[in-house]
């Protein structure tokens, strides 16, 4: 089964307001459908949750913000989007630790970081422009990050909103996945400065190329008098160990003299 569209949603919606004869505004509605994801139930669940935190209020769009803190998520979007382009590890993980501690679902969270990259990606491309007013469109500029980098970020998190279902902590998938993304630069420098080093040593190879022979030749020679050796112990056996006969023949001389 395919997804609700917004409309289909907002619709049914609708039908539950006027059934139980509740007041609420078209934007408001527009959120609550927006949050759903496409599925009807957690639409009616959404709405639900909104009802009894109004308490007989009329629910609108700004209750709705208030209530799901929909400003501040926006705001800890743009500011891990920050930091995961700088690859700041510290930074990233204080910036989940905040929404944590504010209370803020996590998945609902994850899913509003794919969304902000998704328009990016969006804008990369040249299809749309970011729809003015938006949070990231003054604190974040779009060009900080390549549509590369926006691919592979979304592949991470995506990964991490799938294993939120399971997770003992909902916050770990998303910080393993923040640490993944800001550790790969780390190990790529490691690998260019090994890549460097064994160019280096190849060049010096070059450059002394009698030098290198002869180290190579010792050490060849080194490893057949080893071979030899062992392979006269196998037929042979080890060799005795030589005695001094010096205090033999003293001890002879002193058996003639008596």
């Known amino acids: 089964f395919s997804l609700a569209t917004e409309e289909e949603i907002i619709h049914s919606l609708k039908r539950i307001v006027d059934g139980e004869k509740l007041e609420a505004e078209d934007e408001a509605l527009h959120a609550v459908a927006k949050m759903a994801e496409g599925g009807f139930r957690d639409a009616a669940k959404s709405?639900?949750?909104v009802v009894l935190l109004a308490g007989g209020q009329k629910i609108t769009k700004e209750f709705i913000e208030e209530k799901f803190k929909v400003s501040s998520i926006a705001n800890s979007v743009v500011k891990l989007l920050e930091a995961l382009k700088e690859k700041k590890t510290k930074e990233s993980l204080q910036v989940i630790q905040e929404v944590v501690e504010q209370g803020i679902d996590m998945k609902y969270f994850v899913d509003q970081l794919m969304r902000m990259l998704h328009e990016m990606l969006l804008v990369q491309v040249g299809?749309?422009?970011l729809p003015s007013g938006s949070s990231g469109q003054d604190k974040f500029q779009i060009s900080n990050f390549t549509m590369e980098e926006i691919r592979d970020l979304v592949k991470l998190l995506s990964k991490a909103y799938g294993e939120m279902k399971n997770a003992v902590l909902?916050?770990?998938p998303l910080e393993l996945a923040v640490i993944d993304w800001c550790r790969s630069e780390e190990v790529q420098e490691r690998i260019s400065e090994t890549v460097r080093v064994m160019q280096k040593t190849s060049d010096d190879e070059l450059k002394n190329p009698r030098e290198s022979v002869s180290k190579s030749?010792?050490?060849?020679?080194?490893?057949k008098q080893v071979g030899v050796i062992q392979?006269?112990?196998a037929l042979y056996g080890e060799p005795k160990a030589v005695k001094d006969d010096k205090p033999?023949?003293?001890?002879?001389?002193v058996d003639l003299m008596q």
Request: aromatic content about 0%; proline content about 4%; cysteine-free.
């Open 217 to 223: 030749a010792t050490i060849d020679d080194m490893r």
């Open 248 to 253: 033999a023949i003293e001890t002879a001389g």
């Open 47 to 49: 709405l639900e949750e």
């Open 170 to 172: 909902p916050q770990l």
């Open 127 to 129: 299809i749309s422009n």
């Open 231 to 233: 392979k006269n112990n």
